[in-house]
Structures are given as C-alpha cells and as structure tokens.
C-alpha cells in the first residue's frame, strides 16, 4: 500500500512560513527524562544495566556472580544442551538470516513444523508464527479489529494488546483489572451503541507484573453473554501452567477463540505467536500488516522455540520446580516483611514498593548484594515495585542466597510501604 501525499502540487509557489514554529524534539526533556538522568547520576538506575556470563540462574553482574530473579527463562531452557543444539544445527543447515518476509520468500519448513505443534499445543486449529510476540498482538488487534469493532481490554493487560488496539480502525475500551463485572458492564455499553460492530476481548492469561491469573471462566461467559470473541495472551503461562503446560485456558477448561504465546519466555528464543480458527489464522496471513511488512524470525530462533516446545510439554518437573522455588521465595519474604501476595499463582513474585525512588534503592542495595530484579514503575504499573521471578533451573541455594541479599538489603523503604 502506498500512501497519498497531502496538499497541493509542490511547484505551486509556497506562501509565506507561520512562526512561531513547534520543534518536535523538544519533548525529549520532559521531566520523565530529568528522572531518568537523575538517578543514572546517583548510580540507581535499574535499566539497560549489562550483564554477562550464560542465561541461567545466576549471572555475572559488574564483575561478580548475582541469582538473576529478573529473567523470564521460566523453564530455564536457554542453556539447555538441546535447545542450545537444535539453534546451532539450524544456523548450519540455513545460515544466520531468513532476509525477506514470511510472504515472500522468508518461509521455511521448520515454521510449518512449529506451527503445527504450536496449534496442537493449545488445543487450536492453525497458528502463524510472528517474529516477537509483541508483533504478534500488534498483528492480531491491528487487523482483526475493523472501524466499527471494539477491543476490550483489561486494565492490566501488557502493552501489545494496548497498541494493537491503538494500531487498529476500532474502537479501544478498558474494563476494571480481573473484574468481570466491569467487563460485563463495558460490553453492554458496547451493545447499546447504534451500529456497534463485533467485540474482541483480551485478557492476559497470567499477569506479567503481578503473576495473577485471569479469572477466565467468568470472563468467557461474559464474552459468550454478550456475542464478543475471546484472546487469551498465554505469554506467562505457556509451559508453566496447565496440563502439558498449555496455559491457563487449558489450566481451567476454557475455550478461548483465540490464543497469543511468546517464544521469549518459556520457550528461550525470540518470536511469538497466535492461534485460532484456520480462517482467522488465513485472514493474519493475508493481510497483517505487521506479519506481512517485516522479516521472518531467524532460523536459530525457530529451531531453539521448537525443540524448547518439545521439552516443555513432557517434563513436567520443570513446573513443579518452578512453583517449589516461587513458594520457597514469595514465604521467604513474607518472613522478611516484604509486602508480597499470600500465595504464588506463578513463576512471578511480585514485591510491592510504593515509591519510586525506594524501589529505585532497594533494586541498588540488592544488585550490591548480589540479586539482580526488575524494577517497574508509573505509568508501567501504578505503583512502583520489584518483580521477581523464578526459573525451574533455581537451586533451593539460589533461591536462599537471594533471600539473603533481600534481608541485607532491607532498608526503611519497603517496610514504610509494608505498613501502607
Ligand atoms: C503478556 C505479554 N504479552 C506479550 C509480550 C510480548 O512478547 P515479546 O517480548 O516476546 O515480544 C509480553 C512480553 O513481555 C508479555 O509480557
């Protein structure tokens, strides 16, 4: 699709220039900007820090070893001898890069292969493979969201679901986080619109920053009330949860209409996915403009996703792990007065801050003594945290040695908010 330039012939005879004149860069120093620089300047910025060493449990961190609790490797399969094989036999077979769009010639069989599995993993008829997961909910909403749909959303839901809808003709509408009363409510207000068109719900399976699950058979029944199509984003379930580690729709019985999964967390590689009907699934194909207009995923990364499906849907001690070590560590900081959820409903140990600039320093004091986690703040989630989470591949050890940093490192910060 080309794009038709606005205005008149340019060898028209231009009038005169208005003034004042806006300059476009002069937002790049919000005060967004000013925070940012202001704890580079104190050394408490917890972001684009390097790391080195393998993918793994712990890493090395400014020279010295930390417990990485910051990494989505949920499986722990990054380092896994068979993954690690099945990428380096790809980039032998293939070479390093597809170079061209799944449309034209950046189609291999291994995608067929991977999208075979992926469709039978999730109880689906079809599913496309993307090159990130991000691309594939931009692809999905973006597409299947017309001028007179909706996409209803949860108010926790991760940012490609947000910015597909934006990306779309349609209509963007939140409903209240895992309520769903809310949603209820949002798609009757929805029906009672002259002319509304059809509605797509997306929910996060699991919830990226708190680990929460969504309470899917109440929110299919509202879909099912109200004639909406249901997405589940499987991205923090996928391998974790559910018999096989199908995720959280196959955890409770629910059938969605469509399901999302990413290959950058459980899977160790890069690239995402959606499955669905085959003709919702041929419809992505044709006219995705985020599947179409962009590269394939590169051949290791494709062949690491398979081999770590194959992995994750037969051993089961993976997810048994990684809820021993979630408990393990979510007690273990409830002993220490971290402000944490009273169970683990997944790999993610979310542990509340509040503020900031305390969520800024305790991330300091723990890198210092030797735990590497993320810290999220406003407007990323609505009060500062640390999310911590955890790999099947964690020792009980590892999971104590973090423990360890976490009580040396406790200082006024948490406990204020502790006792909010
Ligand atoms: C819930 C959810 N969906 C989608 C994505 C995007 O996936 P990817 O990082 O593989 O592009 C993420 C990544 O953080 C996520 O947490």
Not at 9 to 26: L, N, W
Not at 114 to 126: G, H, K, P, T
Request: hydrophobic share 45%.
């Amino acid at each position: 699709m080309s794009l038709t330039p606005q205005g008149p012939d340019p060898d028209v005879p231009e009038p005169e220039v208005p003034k004042p004149q806006a300059d476009i860069f002069a937002k790049v120093d919000d005060s967004r900007m000013e925070d940012y620089r202001l704890a580079e300047s104190l050394d408490l910025l917890p972001y684009y820090r390097e790391l080195d060493g393998e993918i793994g449990p712990t890493m090395t961190f400014a020279g010295r070893p930390v417990v990485m609790l910051g990494s989505n490797n949920y499986l722990g399969l990054t380092t896994d001898p068979r993954v690690r094989a099945a990428a380096i036999s790809a980039v032998e077979r293939y070479g390093t890069g597809i170079t061209g769009s799944r449309l034209l010639n950046g189609t291999l069989a291994i995608h067929g292969e991977l999208e075979e599995l992926l469709a039978d993993w999730v109880d689906m008829e079809s599913a496309l493979v993307f090159s990130t997961g991000y691309a594939a909910n931009l692809g999905l909403l973006g597409t299947i969201v017309g001028p007179s749909d909706a996409a209803i959303v949860d108010s926790a839901a991760h940012a490609s679901l947000v910015d597909g809808a934006r990306l779309s003709d349609g209509t963007l509408r939140a409903f209240r986080h895992n309520r769903p009363n809310s949603l209820r409510r949002t798609l009757r207000s929805w029906r009672e619109q002259p002319d509304s068109g059809g509605a797509l719900v997306a929910v996060d399976g699991i919830y990226s920053m708190d680990g929460d699950w969504a309470p899917l058979p109440e929110i299919a029944e509202a879909c099912s009330d109200f004639g909406a199509r249901l997405l589940v984003d499987e991205a923090h379930a996928l391998g974790v949860v559910g018999p096989r580690g199908a995720g959280t729709a196959a955890a409770m019985g629910v059938r969605p209409d469509l399901v999302m999964g990413t290959f950058s967390k459980s899977l160790a590689s890069c690239g995402g996915f959606i499955a669905g009907s085959r003709s919702v699934i041929e419809y992505l194909k044709v006219t995705s403009r985020p599947f179409v207009f962009t590269a394939s995923g590169v051949p290791a990364a494709l062949a690491a996703a398979l081999e770590a499906a194959r992995i994750a849907q037969v051993e089961d001690w993976r997810r048994e792990a990684v809820a021993a070590r979630a408990e393990q560590l979510r007690a273990g900081l409830a002993q220490l007065g971290y402000q944490v959820a009273d169970r683990v409903q997944s790999s993610i140990v979310a542990v509340q801050v509040g503020d900031k600039w305390d969520a800024g320093m305790l991330w300091k004091a723990l890198i210092d003594h030797g735990v590497y986690t993320n810290c999220a703040v406003p407007p990323a989630v609505p009060r500062a945290m640390l999310r911590t989470s955890v790999m099947a591949t964690h020792s009980d050890a590892d999971i104590d040695r973090a423990l360890d940093g976490f009580e040396a490192a406790r200082s006024p910060g948490p406990q204020r908010a502790a006792g909010r």
